[in-house]
């Protein structure tokens, strides 16, 4: 098989028109130059060039190699360099994995604003709140409760979360207000289905367990956050899916002063190496919109 270097220098030496003028352009010296040529001579079995002291010249079989080979050395030279511009700018297509319920809490404004900071970036999302396999969904990023299970990802963690409880105004005009975490037995609670299917218990910081009755469950947070909007009931949430809810006062606290930590969110790559620019930015971006004041989180920093 050809050796494409040995082609590529091939080329130089007849656009240059001598070793010496070649050499300067690849960086290497003339006589390695000549080896190079050599070599490839050898693998064809035909003479490239006519070398003199003062003039080279192709040969009839060097100028129909030539003719066929240049333009593709050319191409594949700037594909290159191409992918080194690209590399240096945040572009091409980003596809997220998160949970079913990312934009109750991921302003889609936040995704206008991300879109025109970076014109030459695409993002295409996958919700579901099952995990992502990211290697056979061929997902770039992914957010998610708990560490990854696939042994070559990469997570760093992303923000901590707390649990709380959130009711509709509505709901609390109608019912009354708990009056601590054991009066919840008394209150319709919106349950998150697991598929274990095991009963609903809610555990809340220095509570303990309380089971709890639930006309309404269901399986995805995003269902629990629709019941809790409309009234159903009392809905135990991460605070971070219920905040937009609770600045518009579609939602309140309820038991303001418990809460139960949720564990961390982590940022997951399916690689550490050569992270894509346009992933990095991305990162960062919702890194800083979800941890600020307004969210009233704490962003964790990053790990070295």
Sequence with gaps: ????????????????GSFAEAGRHLGMPPPTVGRYVQKLETQ?????????????????????????????????????QDLVISNETPSGLIRVAAPAGFFDA?????????????PQVNLEFVLSDEPADLIAQGIDVAFRAGLPLHPD???????????I????????????????????????????TTKSG????????????????ARFAANTSRAILRAAVAGLGIA???EVVVAPNLRAGRLIRVLPHIARE??????????RKQVPRAVSAFVRYAATKLASDEMRLDLVPEEQ
């Excluded at 098989?1 to 240059?16: G, H, T």
């Excluded at 991921?106 to 970076?118: G, K, M, P, R």
């Excluded at 949720?262 to 690689?271: I, R």
């Design 1 to 16: 098989m050809l050796d494409l270097n040995e082609i590529a220098v091939f080329v130089e030496v007849a656009r240059a």
């Design 44 to 80: 064809l079995g035909t003479r490239l060039m006519q070398r003199s002291t003062r003039k080279l010249r192709l040969t009839e079989a060097g100028q129909v190699f030539f003719d066929r080979c240049a333009a593709s050395v050319t191409a594949l030279a700037q594909a290159g």
């Design 106 to 118: 991921f302003s889609v404004d936040w995704v206008s604003e991300f879109l025109a900071l970076y």
């Design 153 to 163: 990802s990469v997570a760093r963690k992303f923000l901590t979360q707390r649990f």
């Design 165 to 192: 409880l959130v009711a509709s105004p509505a709901y609390i005009q109608k019912n009354g207000t708990p009056a601590n975490f054991r009066a919840l037995a008394t209150h319709d609670c919106l349950i998150q």
């Design 198 to 213: 095991t009963p609903p218990v809610w555990r809340l910081n220095g509570t303990g367990d309380l089971k709890v009755s």
């Design 236 to 238: 135990m949430l991460a």
């Design 262 to 271: 949720a564990g961390d969110v982590y940022v997951v790559l399916p690689s």
